[in-house]
Every structure is written in C-alpha cells, then in structure tokens.
Nanobody, 125 residues
Framework: VQLQASGGGLVQSGGSLRLSCAYS????????MAWFRQAPEKEREFVAG????????HYSDPVKGRFTISRDNAKNTVSLQMNSLKPEDTAVYYCAADLARGAIVSKVIGTYDYWGQGTQVTVSS
C-alpha cells in the first residue's frame, strides 16, 4: 500500500489550498482515510477523517467549518479542501489509511496502518 500526498504550498492568510492523496494497493474502499498534520516542535495531530463510503466525516475543532475532506473511491483518492487558511495551519500534512475494523473513524494516530510522505503547507500572515 502506498499513499502519495500532493498539493501543498505557500499561501497567504485567508487563502485556500486543496490537498490530494492517491492510494495504490489493495481495496481502497476497505479503509477509513484521514489527514493529520505536524507543525514544527509539535506532535502530530488529527485534522479530518472520512469513512470508507464517505458517508461520515469528522474534523478537529481548529479546522471545523474551514476544511472539507472528501474521497473518490473510483479514483482511489482522498482530498482536503482548506479554506480561510491561518498561519497556525502551517504544518506538514499527512494522509493516512486505517483498515476499517469498525464503523467509527479514529482520531488516534496509532490506529492508522499506512501513511503518506507528507506535504508542506505554509500560510503567511
């Protein structure tokens, strides 16, 4: 299983970016998918997650209302639309896959089986 994240970059405060994560491997639709981020000198944190069918999604409080996670099971991709970006959103963003052992999308790092390489998002003030 490989996850390839892309779409990061430098954007001004208030701007938008769209991250994408391409999955290659076995049975994409068996995995809950999520985005995490890690800012310098901080721990990796959950940002958003989506269930195998896309019927449910969850967000951390700092991004709720600004970010939207989506997935295309036909194309084996998961995306994160980030609007109204703030300097505190600056981080390396990682996509991750969790073999769906249950219906709930986990926010726990250790639950996730596979990780992408990360893509840098920098928001200038």
């Amino acid at each position: 299983v490989q996850l390839q994240a892309s779409g990061g970059g430098l954007v001004q405060s208030g701007g938008s970016l769209r991250l994408s994560c391409a999955y290659s491997g076995v049975t994409f639709i068996s995995y809950h998918m999520a985005w995490f981020r890690q800012a310098p000198e901080k721990e990796r944190e959950f940002v958003a997650g989506i269930s195998v069918t896309g019927s449910s999604s969850h967000y951390s409080d700092p991004v709720k209302g600004r970010f939207t996670i989506s997935r295309d099971n036909a194309k084996n991709t998961v995306s994160l639309q980030m609007n109204s970006l703030k300097p505190e959103d600056t981080a390396v963003y990682y996509c991750a896959a969790d073999l769906a052992r249950g219906a709930i999308v986990s926010k726990v790092i250790g639950t996730y089986d596979y990780w992408g390489q990360g893509t840098q998002v920098t928001v200038s003030s």
